[in-house]
């Protein structure tokens, strides 16, 4: 008996993967020439290996925004958004109307508030960074950084 053709949910799909293969993160680099001495840098990622990245691809035609990159670090292929306004205006909206289910989307909502923050301009000023600081410092607690909380907030003008 022939197996039954069920449409797929194209959207639901990539929330599934990225899921699994996803990373919403915010950094942050020392910038002496910035107001408040550091640069943030929110960024949607997924990463897969070469071989079988025809769902980064996929996932970069329905969100239309990002690029891609090679991460020779783990000889893996990445997608990225780091376009602030993307990010708000494409990636977001996604993952609101599809959300994650696993733990991933309690860093989806800290990485959107950061967002919604820095469009804000909250980033450029002390009190708002130490906000963003606190929230992006809660996210990917088994990632790696290279600097401490403590640490930007000693070194914050």
């Known amino acids: 008996m022939p197996a039954l053709k069920k449409k797929r949910n194209i959207h639901e799909y990539i929330s599934g993967y990225v899921d699994g293969e996803g990373c919403f993160s915010v950094s942050f680099s020392k910038r002496d020439k910035f107001i408040v001495g550091w640069e943030t840098k929110p960024s949607f990622s997924v990463s897969q290996n070469e071989d079988r990245a025809q769902t980064l691809f996929l996932i970069q035609k329905i969100l239309k925004c990002g690029f891609m990159r090679r991460d020779f670090s783990d000889k893996t292929l990445k997608y990225e958004v780091r376009s ?18 696993s733990n991933k989307q309690k ?16 980033h450029r000023k002390k009190n708002g960074l ?17 600097y401490t909380k403590a640490e930007m907030q000693k070194a914050l003008r």
């Open 84 to 101: 602030l306004e993307d990010l708000i205006k494409k990636v977001i909206p996604h993952f609101e109307k599809f959300p994650m289910v």
């Open 130 to 146: 130490n906000k963003i600081m606190s929230l992006a410092f809660k996210m990917n607690p088994g990632g790696k950084r290279k």
């Open 107 to 122: 860093d989806f909502k800290l990485f959107k508030q950061v967002c919604f923050l820095m469009q804000r301009n909250m």
